[in-house]
C-alpha cells in the first residue's frame, strides 16, 4: 500500500510527464511550422521557430523532473519494504 507521500509522488510523475510531453509535441509542431515559414520567407519565422525551441527544452525538463519524482517514489517503495524508513 502507498503511502501518502508517495501518491503525491506519483501524482507529480504523472502531470509533469504528461505536461512535458505535450509542450516537447508542441514544440516540434511550432519548430516545423517555423522552418515552413522560412522557406516561404514569411517575417515572423525566426521567433516561431524560437518558440518552438523553448517549448523543446521546456518538454524535456519538465519530463526530467518527472523521472526525478518516479525515482524518489521508487526509493520511498524500497525503504518502507525494508523496514528503513521513519
Keep these: ?10 501524482t507529480k510523475y ?9 509542450l516537447l509535441g508542441s514544440g516540434l509542431a511550432t519548430l516545423l511550422h517555423g522552418s515552413k515559414l522560412k522557406e516561404v520567407n514569411a517575417d515572423p519565422w525566426f ?4 518558440g518552438g525551441f523553448a517549448l523543446i527544452m521546456s518538454g524535456i525538463s ?6 526525478r ?10 525503504l518502507d519494504a525494508r523496514g528503513l524508513k521513519e
Excluded: C, H, Q, Y
Design 14 to 22: 504523472w502531470l509533469f510527464g504528461g505536461g512535458g510531453a505535450m
Design 47 to 50: 521567433w516561431v521557430s524560437t
Design 62 to 67: 519538465m519530463i526530467g523532473d518527472a523521472n
Design 1 to 10: 500500500m502507498r503511502t501518502e507521500r508517495e501518491k503525491k509522488l506519483i
Design 69 to 78: 519524482f518516479r525515482t524518489m517514489a521508487d526509493v520511498l517503495k524500497e
